[in-house]
Nanobody, 122 residues
Framework: QVQLVESEGGSVQTGGSLRLSCAVS?????MAWFRQAPGKQREAVAG????????YYADSVKGRFTISQDNAKRTLWLQMNSLKPEDTAMYYC??????????????????WGQGTQVTVSS
């Protein structure tokens, strides 16, 4: 069993930065951040294979967002820089315990956080 508890998001202006965190209990093989804006499908933002430390990013956030974890694998972060209005969404931390699947596939995750709102104003 894995429990995920996300920090509060926030509101910033265009170009600003925010860091999201997700407290993790239980073992995982892969974790990711997804987001969902009103009227849009949930999309993968960034993923990390927790044992290897390899990271992956959506093209829309590459170079601006960084996913990372602490050494104990008890906290997952998403550092978001150069934020744009189109980054406005509910952000979710998610985890998978087993192997297989791809980091972008929301159906491949077993556990989800409660979601946290990020709002970027122009």
């Amino acid at each position: 069993q894995v429990q995920l508890v996300e920090s509060e998001g926030g509101s910033v202006q265009t170009g600003g930065s925010l860091r999201l965190s997700c407290a993790v209990s239980g073992s995982t093989s892969r974790m990711a951040w997804f987001r969902q804006a009103p009227g849009k499908q949930r999309e993968a933002v960034a993923g990390i294979y927790t044992n290897l430390g390899s990271t992956y990013y959506a093209d829309s956030v590459k170079g601006r967002f960084t996913i990372s974890q602490d050494n104990a694998k008890r906290t997952l972060w998403l550092q978001m820089n150069s934020l744009k209005p189109e980054d406005t969404a509910m952000y979710y931390c998610t985890a998978r315990q087993g192997l297989g699947g791809t980091w972008r596939d929301a159906n491949g995750y077993d556990y989800w956080g409660q979601g946290t709102q990020v709002t970027v104003s122009s």
